[in-house]
């Protein structure tokens, strides 16, 4: 059983920052395994920024140099930095654990940039 819990969303205004947190519990066999997702009204689920398996950092082309991936592995969590938010980010964003083919989601976490 996995459990992921997002937190740190919220409203701000574009240029702005915020930081996400999923914290992860239950049988986790490996933090890199660890992702954001987001999905904006209307549209399908999009991957925001990952690790590889052997921790590489992966983003999605439109947040590249703006966000950034972390993780704190004796604590099982992932971060998601977001700077210089647009407002074209506004979405609700979503932790992802996806191991041998089965992916766990989180609840979700809103986040809306102001123009």
């Known amino acids: 059983q996995v459990q992921l819990v997002e937190s740190g969303g919220g409203l701000v205004q574009a240029g702005g920052s915020l930081r996400l947190s999923c914290a992860a519990s239950?049988?986790?066999?490996?933090?890199?395994?660890l992702g954001w997702y987001r999905q904006a009204p209307g549209k399908q689920r999009d991957l925001v920024a990952n690790?590889?398996?052997?921790?590489?950092?992966n983003y999605a082309d439109s947040v590249k140099g703006r966000f950034t991936i972390s993780r704190d592995s004796p604590k099982n969590t992932v971060y998601l930095q977001m700077n210089s938010l647009k407002p074209e980010d506004t979405a609700v964003y979503y932790c992802?654990?996806?191991?041998?083919?089965?992916?766990?989601w989180g609840q979700g976490t809103q986040v809306t940039v102001s123009s």
């Open positions: 992802n654990y996806n191991w041998a083919g089965r992916a766990h």
């Open positions: 690790f590889t398996i052997g921790g590489t950092r």
């Open positions: 239950g049988t986790i066999f490996s933090i890199n395994a």
